[in-house]
């Protein structure tokens, strides 16, 4: 069974491609990835927390109205 691990900025970003989002692309205060006609605002930060990374996900599965389990999120690498 998976356990929740900090994610990396380039391996979130390189997952939600694999997801279809497309970008990242320049905001004002952060880059941003596009779905459809929605935005996810990624934060410019190295390494992103569990927390961070869950309240991310969270927002993804809004976008993508679907859940993503966590050993999906993983096999994604």
């Known amino acids: 069974m998976s356990q929740w691990t900090p994610c990396k ?17 320049s905001g004002k205060r952060h880059q941003f990835m596009v779905y459809e006609n929605h935005r996810l605002a990624i934060p410019n930060v190295a390494e992103y927390s569990v927390p ?6 969270k927002e993804v599965e809004i976008i993508l109205e679907r859940k993503i389990p966590l050993e999906k999120w993983v096999e994604l690498s």
């Open 52 to 57: 961070q990374l869950r309240m991310l996900l």
């Open 9 to 25: 900025r380039r391996d979130f970003i390189q997952k939600l491609r694999k997801l279809e989002f497309d970008g990242p692309f």
